[in-house]
């Protein structure tokens, strides 16, 4: 089945420690996204990717850094400068030119210990 | 001023009934305009989509776009409990950029 992984589930990060989140799909799309969603809060940009190695900040983009290697990765690293990083963490990808119509991952809960 | 805005709620409605959900929007050279629907802990489902003025209607579900206004709405016929999540407006404007707002939480009462 084609989709979105994401991994892993849940994540705890201590005080200046970076993390990767993994974010891989199988739809063959362009563009990927990473977004971050705090409790009762919409879904806030933090990189957007249209195409292999190349990657725009989003409005979020301060203490975080990606990377697109290929097509279909699209890794998340939440840096020791993120100093509120506690949240919940989503990756969408999308075809180009089709509205960008969003397909989610089931998301990455990043906890600080 | 939000680029994308949504009142939180929670918007009540009894179960049968119509729910309504409003969305406006702040850059007029959007092109795409979306309703997700999200579960309490889970990761956002595409609802409907909508590109050009008027109505879509899929089941239960009718969009409505009103582009000089700036405004996109949701309509749900029939509600049913199972219809009791977070409903985000998402629109797509300059450079492919997706703007979220901050979504509506629904509660249908049986």
């Known amino acids: 089945d084609g989709g979105i992984t994401q991994s892993p589930k849940y994540l705890f990060r201590k005080e200046g420690q970076n993390v990767t989140l993994s974010c891989e799909q199988n739809?063959?799309?362009?563009?990927m996204y990473w977004y971050r969603q705090d409790p009762g809060q919409g879904l806030r940009l933090i990189y957007y990717s249209q195409i292999v190695n190349d990657f725009q900040k989003g409005d979020i983009a301060e203490g975080y850094s990606v990377s697109r290697e290929k097509k279909e990765s699209f890794p998340l690293t939440v840096t020791s400068a993120q100093k509120n990083p506690t949240a919940f963490y989503l990756c969408?990808?999308?075809?180009?030119?089709?509205?960008?119509?969003?397909?989610f991952g089931d998301g990455t809960r990043l906890s600080i210990l | 001023q939000k680029e994308v805005e949504q009142n939180s709620g929670p918007l009540s409605v009894p179960e049968g009934a119509i729910a309504s959900l409003n969305c406006t929007y702040s850059d007029r050279g959007s092109q795409s305009f979306f309703w997700y629907r999200q579960y309490s802990g889970k990761s956002p489902e595409l609802i409907m989509s909508?590109?050009?003025?008027g109505d879509k209607e899929d089941g239960r579900f009718t969009a409505q776009l009103n582009k000089a206004s700036q405004y996109v709405s949701l309509l749900i016929r029939d509600s049913q409990p199972s219809d009791s999540a977070t409903y985000l407006c998402?629109?797509?404007?300059?450079?492919?950029?997706?703007?979220f707002g901050t979504g509506t939480k629904l509660q249908v009462i049986p």
């Open positions: 998402a629109v797509t404007g300059g450079y492919q950029k997706v703007t």
């Open positions: 739809l063959n799309h362009d563009a």
């Open positions: 909508i590109y050009s003025n």
């Open positions: 969408a990808s999308s075809k180009v030119g089709q509205g960008n119509i969003q397909h």
